[in-house]
């Protein structure tokens, strides 16, 4: 059977974000697909008994997008958002068992997102964005100005965020207008009610100067509207907030610090009444926050469960809430894509490298979403090997050859750099490294030192370099990746040396941009929505003065620094053939930094080629038009083929 091709974009599918029932016997999850005429995602809620005695069941329409689909308490009623035709997501309930039609609960001009119901299910709360009226106006010539006076204004993917803030509302069953809970220039997220329904709590920075930094709290509010009160000491980051079942206390998820970046996400428990509080997972040296986001930590009795990074994988763990113990494995999941758990009943989504993401309950399948797809495409698992780096480092990494592998061939090879830098590569379906293994390449990946899914100092190992922090990025991270590429050239003798390319995003495209700024020993290179001017990056991004948790000190502060450390101060040294890949509404590193780049290899007279995406996001590759994605994989086959087929 033949490999995967870059149409094959458009038959992926999955089943994710898992909700039992009550009565733990049915789950509800999303089905998500690529409309055949149209080449638009789309996505419906289905259903399946627990114990697989029926097939699943569609039950919305999924005209366009419909998801989040969450059981009422008594099981009669599934609540999910759903976007139809040009509106924003609104708020919807469906009778659980039918027969019946959804009702629409809400008529907002801005999405719907994150619905919880009240513990009586009598209502639901959620966030929106509030609306701006100058968005109303379609002649950009009439529009007023922004004036803007905070940070963080603008979200890549969301666009401008300043008049367009989450706020917490709520909602009855019986339609009428949605109550807004809180106000004020702030973002208010996560919204989860307590066990008797009197409250709600929620996450938000509504400190002085709150938009300079990256610390939040947790906040309760009364649920009939009020003053918020913070429980929470405003020293780090906090979100995914959930009750515990007497309603005494409340479990969230802490990134401890400001400009102290990556640390990992800590589980603590606080004390409502008294502010005290218990971090549970401190001696697991793991994130709790894996990426991307899954869902909050569920409470289960006496315990919370949670999921973790750890070596390229996502299994969940579950801890005693009173501190008494050690967190503990209880399910090894390799790419997690949701779960959950009700009166001992366990599901989840799972994504392999070879498979889609279907509901599993134990090592028995739900659902086999991707059947007809993997039936007649062959999908390559990876292979781990480890290399060393000059200092002694041992650093994981994997191959993935291609379909139909003959040993006695030579294969060129690319090394894909992911982005972050605090992420990792892991054991789930990754259609980039199908589609250049389909095309004939062997793909070399690896989780070098910055990386998230290992210890904190491993993560925190290119801090700096101002202060005593580390060697900043492009240093030992760097180091890594030149040993796994020289491990694997050593190790598989059917890798053509002659014959590799280099490519990655975002910090992965800094890293390409880097290296063959500091080697020509690849044949070619390709950077994709790359941060390659730091200083400017650090000013113009959405997430403008994060470069100072990473390198200790702000662009005017250490500017020397940032150049010395920024591929655009090394780009007269770069001979490689380089293809730049950029989305033009990127607003996490803005297109500028594609641009610099071109124009200063092409006025050097070097070979380099700029394409350019419209209406497309730093979210391309994942979330971005299927037709855009078809095209960027094109286009990378081409260059590639140019370069290393000759």
Same mark, same amino acid.
Not at 64 to 77: E, F, M, V, Y
Not at 542 to 546: L, P, R, V
């Given at each position: 059977m033949r490999g995967m091709?870059?149409?094959?974009? !458009? @038959?992926l599918t999955n089943a994710v974000d898992p909700r039992l029932s009550p009565d733990a016997r049915t789950v509800a999850y999303v089905r998500s697909w690529i409309d055949d005429g149209t080449h638009e995602p789309r996505s419906a809620i289905w259903a399946v008994p627990v114990d697989g005695s029926a097939e699943p069941r569609k039950l919305t329409a999924g $005209?366009?997008?419909? $998801? =989040?689909? @969450?059981? *009422?308490?008594?099981? @009669?009623?599934? $609540?999910f958002t759903s976007a139809r035709g040009d509106d924003a997501a609104q708020l919807f309930v469906l009778p659980a068992d039918g027969p019946g039609e959804s009702r629409q609960l809400t008529h907002l001009r801005e999405a719907v997102e994150g619905p919880v119901w009240s513990p009586d299910g009598s209502r639901l709360a959620f966030t929106a964005r509030t609306h701006d009226p100058g968005d109303d106006e379609d002649d950009p010539s009439k529009r007023l100005p922004r004036r803007i006076t905070r940070l963080q204004y603008r979200l890549d993917h969301e666009g401008w965020t300043e008049g367009r803030v989450h706020h917490v509302f709520v909602v009855g069953l019986d339609g009428v207008d949605p109550v807004q809970l809180t106000d004020g220039d702030h973002e208010d997220e996560w919204p989860a009610w307590s066990p008797d329904g009197t409250t709600v709590a929620f996450t938000s920075a509504r400190h002085p100067d709150w938009d300079r930094g990256t610390a939040n709290d947790v906040f309760t509010i009364p649920a009939g509207g009020g003053e918020p009160r913070r429980i929470t000491a405003t020293d780090g980051g906090h979100l995914a907030p959930v009750w515990s079942p007497d309603g005494g206390r409340i479990a969230y998820l802490f990134f401890p610090g400001e400009f102290d970046d990556p640390r990992h996400a800590r589980l603590v428990v606080v004390d409502i009444a008294s502010g005290d509080r218990s971090i549970l997972t401190e001696g697991l040296d793991r994130t709790a926050a894996p990426y991307p986001m899954v869902r909050a930590p569920i409470w289960d009795g006496d315990g919370i469960v949670f999921p973790i990074e750890d070596e390229g994988r996502v299994p969940l763990y579950a801890v005693p809430a009173d501190g008494s113990g050690a967190a503990v494995p209880i399910a090894d999941v390799a790419g997690l894509a949701g779960f959950d758990l009700v009166d001992g009943t366990f599901v989840y989504s799972e994504t392999t490298p070879t498979t889609m993401a279907d509901v599993k309950v134990?090592?028995?399948?739900?659902?086999d979403v991707g059947a007809a797809f993997t039936a007649d495409v062959t999908l390559t698992e990876p292979e781990s090997f480890t290399a060393v780096s000059p200092d +002694? /480092? &041992?650093?994981p990494a994997w191959i993935v050859r291609p379909p139909g592998f003959d040993p006695n061939e030579t294969y060129p090879a690319v090394l894909s750099i992911h982005g972050g830098p605090f992420t990792q590569y892991g054991e789930r379906f990754f259609d980039e490294f199908q589609v250049y293994a389909g095309a004939g !390449?062997?793909? #070399? !990946? $690896?989780?070098? @030192? +910055? *990386? *998230? +899914? !290992? =210890? &904190?100092?491993?993560?925190?190992?290119?801090?700096g370099p101002v202060g005593d922090h580390g060697p900043g990025w492009g240093s030992v991270d760097y180091d890594d990746l030149?040993?796994?590429?020289? &491990?694997a050239i050593k190790r598989f003798g059917f890798i053509d040396p002659e014959r590799m390319a280099v490519m990655g995003g975002s910090y992965g495209g800094y890293m390409t941009s880097w290296i063959v700024g500091h080697t020509d020993r690849f044949r070619c290179a390709i950077s994709e929505r790359a941060v390659n001017d730091i200083a400017s990056e650090d000013g113009s991004s959405?997430?403008?003065?994060?470069f100072k948790g990473y390198i200790g000190a702000y662009p005017w502060e250490a500017p020397e620094v940032y150049r010395a450390i920024s591929p655009l101060t090394y780009a007269a040294?770069? /001979?490689?053939? #380089? #293809?730049?890949?950029? *989305?033009? &509404?990127?607003?996490?590193?803005?297109?500028n930094q594609g641009e610099q780049l071109f124009t200063m290899l092409r006025a050097l007279g070097r070979e380099v080629e700029f394409v350019r995406f419209p209406s497309e996001s730093h979210e391309l590759t994942r979330s971005g038009s299927p037709t855009h994605r078809v095209q960027r994989f094109e286009v990378v086959l081409e260059f590639l083929a140019t370069h290393l087929r000759g």
């Open positions: 091709r870059p149409d094959d974009v !458009y @038959r $005209a366009k997008r419909d $998801a =989040t689909p @969450r059981w *009422s308490p008594d099981g @009669r009623w599934l $609540a134990g090592d028995r399948r739900l659902t +002694g /480092t &041992e650093v !390449y062997v793909v #070399l !990946y $690896a989780n070098p @030192r +910055g *990386s *998230s +899914g !290992y =210890t &904190e100092a491993w993560g925190r190992a290119i801090r030149m040993a796994v590429t020289d &491990e959405d997430i403008g003065g994060f040294d770069i /001979t490689t053939p #380089l #293809l730049i890949l950029h *989305s033009e &509404e990127d607003l996490r590193c803005p297109i």
